[in-house]
C-alpha cells in the first residue's frame, strides 16, 4: 500500500512538472531528531541522515512549490540505570514545500509533510528488536530557509514539527521532531533560482 502512494504520488509529480518551469534536484543531509512523549518522559537527541530527490516547481518569480521523496533515519536515544535505549524509525518522508523566493538564491519554506514508517527497531544494551508499537503514517509541518547558489549547489535548514501521535496505541501521545540540516544539487538554468 505505502508503496503504490508513493507510486502514484511521484507519477502525479512528473506529470505537473512538465507543465510548469521545473528543476530537479538531489539532497542529503544530518538529521537531529527527537521524540516527545505526552507525559514528559525525557529523551535524547539522535543523529541520523536523510537523502532522496526534488522537484522545484516555479510557480511564479516569487513562488515555488517544491515536492521532495526522502529517506530518513530518525529516533531517540536515553540511558537508564545506566543501559543504553535506543529507538531507530525509518522513514520515506514526501514534503510539499511552499517556498517564498526572497532575493537571489534565499528560499523560505513550509507545507505539509507524510512519513511512512519502513522500519522500527529498539535497541536496549546489545539486544535489538522489531518494534510494532508506531504508526506506519505520519503528518508533519516542516518549516525553514534554504539557499542556491548559482553553480546549483544548495544548503538548507529546517525544523519538522511532528502534528500527530506516532504511538500505536495513542497512550501516551508521541510526537516525532526532527531538525535537518541538508545539501542539494539543482539541475536547472542557474539564471533562474
Do not use: C
Not at 514528559?40 to 521532495?68: C, R, T
Not at 546489545?126 to 508533519?140: E, G, L, R
Request: aromatic share 12%; charged share 15%.
Amino acid at each position: 500500500m505505502k508503496k503504490t502512494i508513493i507510486f502514484a504520488f511521484s507519477l502525479f509529480l512528473l506529470h505537473s512538472a512538465q507543465a510548469q518551469q521545473t528543476h530537479f534536484g538531489i539532497k542529503g543531509g544530518l538529521n537531529a531528531s527527537s521524540l516527545h512523549f505526552e507525559d514528559n518522559s525525557s529523551y535524547d537527541s539522535k543523529i541520523g541522515f536523510h537523502a532522496g530527490v526534488l522537484a522545484h516547481i516555479h510557480a511564479s518569480h516569487n513562488w515555488a512549490i517544491q515536492p521532495e521523496v526522502i529517506y530518513s533515519l530518525e529516533g531517540a536515544k536515553r540511558t537508564v540505570s545506566g543501559t543504553d535505549i535506543k529507538v531507530d524509525l525509518n522513514y520515506v518522508n514526501v514534503p510539499v514545500l511552499f517556498q517564498y523566493m526572497v532575493n537571489d538564491g534565499l528560499r523560505l519554506e513550509a507545507g505539509p509533510q507524510l512519513g511512512f514508517l519502513v522500519n522500527s527497531k529498539t535497541k536496549t544494551g546489545n539486544v535489538s528488536v522489531t518494534n510494532k508499537n508506531f504508526q506506519t503514517v505520519a503528518v508533519s509541518i516542516p518549516v525553514g530557509a534554504g539557499y542556491l547558489t548559482t553553480s546549483g549547489l544548495g544548503f538548507d535548514a529546517r525544523y519538522v514539527f511532528g502534528l500527530t501521535s506516532i504511538n500505536e496505541k495513542d497512550n501516551p501521545k508521541v510526537q516525532s521532531n526532527v531538525f535537518q540540516f541538508g545539501i542539494f544539487y539543482q539541475f536547472s538554468d542557474t539564471k533562474k533560482r
